[in-house]
T-cell receptor
């Protein structure tokens, strides 16, 4: 483990379900990020948090709801997802906002059925 | 909006040969350019980065060059080995937004023994 832990590693959910993804970092970083990785697409930035405050929301549908209760934890709450939301969701953290030395988690492989 | 173009999308080389991956970016305010390596089923890992005040940086068999005027940067891997096989992503900081990262689509590098 690199210090950024994501759970669960795999998740299958129906379109009417509600689930949450969790990310935890033990690196003392103060910025955390959610990225979506789909096949044949670049890594898509979803949300950015700096010191527990959301500083960016990249036009993400409201069915994705982030939460950052403290600088070590980041959640992504999911509800009424669509099959096209199936992807690998990666959490990352960095020492300061600005991306210097991102550390990624292993990701959650999400399948929406 | 800002984007990062990466080429080629796939690259196959013989063990011992060199590999070059090129990226261009559009945001003139970008000032940080990392490269990530993602092995199959694993998280992206930072392998080298360069800041806009430097034109070239080396770390053993890998090097990165930056041409700010042309807005392009490249990854060079010399004496390639089978374990270099992976997907490589370039990224550029989104300067105007405190620098979070915009990623290229990735290059799948295959090194044949």
């Amino acid at each position: 483990e690199t210090g950024v832990t994501q759970t669960p590693r795999h998740l299958v959910m129906g379109m009417t379900n509600k689930k949450s993804l969790k990310c935890e970092q033990h690196l003392g970083h103060n910025a955390m990020y959610w990225y979506k990785q789909s096949a044949k697409k670049p890594l898509e930035l979803m949300f950015v948090y700096s010191l527990e405050e959301r500083v960016e929301n990249n036009s993400v549908p409201s069915r994705f709801s982030p939460e950052c209760p403290n600088s070590s934890h980041l959640f992504l709450h999911l509800h009424t997802l669509q099959p096209e939301d199936s992807a690998l969701y990666l959490c990352a953290s960095s020492q300061v906002i600005g991306g210097y030395g991102y550390t990624f988690g292993s990701g959650t492989r999400l399948t929406v059925v | 909006g800002e984007n990062v173009e990466q080429h080629p999308s796939t690259l196959s080389v013989q063990e011992g040969d060199s590999a070059v991956i090129k990226c261009t970016y559009s945001d003139s305010a970008s000032n940080y350019f990392p490269w990530y390596k993602q092995e199959l089923g694993k998280r992206p890992q930072l392998i080298i980065d360069i800041r806009s005040n430097v034109g070239e940086k080396k770390d053993q068999r890998i090097a990165v060059t930056l041409n700010k005027t042309a807005k392009h940067f490249s990854l060079h891997i010399t004496e390639t080995q089978p374990e270099d096989s992976a997907v490589y992503f370039c990224a550029a900081s989104k300067g105007g937004s405190q620098g979070n990262l915009i990623f290229g689509k990735g290059t799948k590098l295959s090194v044949k023994p």
